[in-house]
């Protein structure tokens, strides 16, 4: 059973700070990573996309991921009231499986 | 670029009836397109990964006769919801895979809601 497992929060982060959200994975082959962001009531949007070892950083928005401990995080910069959102993350494993694996979502609150 | 819409995006209907959800891409050919499913409070599960012009794959659990997909298209994929009962309320959410990449766009969803 391949698993992502995120802290369901809520996560409340003042106004202007750093907002860091975790996610672990339980399949070793899974090749690619990505966060989206879900309002209440909508669909996912996408945020980013990261598929190697290290940081990738777009904007205010930070993704780093480690193969080795299977971890995926994503910061947020910044943070704006309008971030409060929940924040997905998501997996796509190896071996020909092309649907995503969703983690349950981090619920993250952004107090002005 | 890279837009996804679904129609209708909120549906009421009948037990014992049958409804049909379309998914597109707007201004990309989707050769693989997806179906969730997400219930309150929940996450989004992988349904079934719709490939134009050859039959679903279908996760394990979702019944392949209940919930008809066809992609017909590279732009076009539907998911018929046959004889829907209370349980299959949900929040149906398709999206399409950008070619030689691994990224989905999601469309808007479309609630379900069978009384």
């Known amino acids: 059973q391949k698993e992502v497992e995120q802290n369901s929060g809520p996560l409340s982060v003042p106004e202007g700070a750093i907002a860091s959200l975790n996610c672990t994975y339980s399949d070793r082959g899974s090749q690619s990573f990505f966060w989206y962001r879900q309002y209440s009531g909508k669909s996912p949007e996408l945020i980013m996309s990261?598929?190697?070892?290290g940081d990738k950083e777009d904007g205010r928005f930070t993704a780093q991921l480690n193969k080795a401990s299977q971890y995926v995080s994503l910061l947020i910069r910044d943070s704006q009231p309008s971030d409060s959102a929940t924040y997905l993350c998501?997996?796509?494993?190896?071996?020909?499986?092309?649907?995503?694996?969703f983690g349950k979502g981090t619920h993250l609150i952004i107090q002005p | 670029g890279a837009v996804v819409s679904q129609h209708p995006s909120w549906v009421i209907c009948k037990s014992g009836t049958s409804v049909k959800i379309e998914c597109r891409s707007l201004d990309f050919q989707a050769t693989t397109m997806f179906w969730y499913r997400q219930f309150p409070k929940q996450s989004l599960m992988l349904m079934a990964t719709?490939?134009?012009?050859?039959?679903?794959?279908?996760e394990q659990g979702v019944e392949k006769d209940k919930f008809l997909i066809n992609h017909a298209s590279l732009t076009l994929s539907t998911l018929t919801v046959t004889s829907a009962h209370p349980e299959d309320s949900s929040f149906y959410i398709c999206?399409?895979?950008?070619?030689?990449?691994?990224?989905?766009?999601f469309g808007p969803g479309t609630r379900l809601t069978v009384l």
């Open positions: 990261i598929y190697s070892n």
């Open positions: 999206s399409a895979r950008l070619a030689a990449t691994d990224t989905q766009y």
């Open positions: 719709s490939n134009e012009g050859s039959k679903a794959t279908y």
């Open positions: 998501a997996v796509k494993s190896g071996g020909g499986a092309d649907g995503l694996t």
